[in-house]
Every structure is written in C-alpha cells, then in structure tokens.
C-alpha cells in the first residue's frame, strides 16, 4: 500500500496528489521510511539526476529498504514499455547516460611495461584506476 510521496518542490508541500499525500522533501526520506515502516521506495522521476538517485540509494540501503525506479522517459514516449513495469536501479540512471564499454585487452597491451602516473589516486576514482593499472 502506497503511503505517499516525497517531492522537493515547495508548492507541494502538504498538499496531495492521487489521493496521498506529499510527505515531505528528499532530506526527509529516512524520517518517513522509518514513520511509515517503508518496506519499498519508489523513484517516480526516472529524468532525475545521477546524484539525486545515488542519494536516495544510499538512503534506503543504510535503512534496508528496497528500491525501485520507473523506466526512463525516452522507453515510455517509445512505447517500449508502461509506467507497470518498475525495475531494479541500473548504472545508467546513475550516469544519466549510457556507459561506456571499453576493450581491456586494448588498454592492457598498450599499458603493458609502461610507468604510469595517476594524479588523484588519493580518491575512489584514481585509486581504482591504479587497482586495474597494477
């Protein structure tokens, strides 16, 4: 059973939409998950940003809270699927774009008996880099 909605925009506030009511802002998540007994979140704006979606993530992970999201715009307009078919979040919701695949075999070959520097290496991005480098 649906309990209501989280929306940031502040003329919602309070207010109501399909009969349930806007229970507050994204920074109220966890308050209303733990309130509510919230066994499931649903991310309703597919088009949101990667850091918005990785924030609410984050939230229902540190709750253990299960999480899912509607499929993007551009698969509704298409008519390649329906608001029924909700899913798993993927890397791509994440990135706001698709990822990009890289040949490996390629990049080692060319790193191959190379001395590398990795500026930044102190943060998870280069630290991982320096991991798949090594």
């Known amino acids: 059973t649906a309990v209501g ?42 088009s949101a940003p990667g850091t918005v979606i990785r924030e609410v993530m984050d939230a229902c992970r540190d709750l253990k809270v299960k999480i899912k999201t509607l499929p993007g715009v551009y698969e509704l307009v298409d008519g390649k699927v329906s608001v029924k078919q909700l899913r798993d979040i993927q890397i791509e ?6 990822p990009v695949h890289l040949d490996l075999d390629q990049i080692g070959a060319y790193l191959a008996d190379q001395t590398v520097l990795v500026t930044g290496a102190g943060g998870s991005i280069g630290s991982e880099i320096c991991r798949q480098v090594a």
């Open 5 to 46: 909605f989280i929306d940031d925009d502040p003329t919602k506030r309070g207010g109501v939409l399909n009969s349930l009511p806007v229970l507050g802002t994204r920074s109220r998540l966890g308050e209303v998950i733990e309130r509510y007994d919230v066994d499931e979140v649903i991310v309703a704006m597919p």
């Open 93 to 98: 919701d994440l990135l706001g774009r698709e």
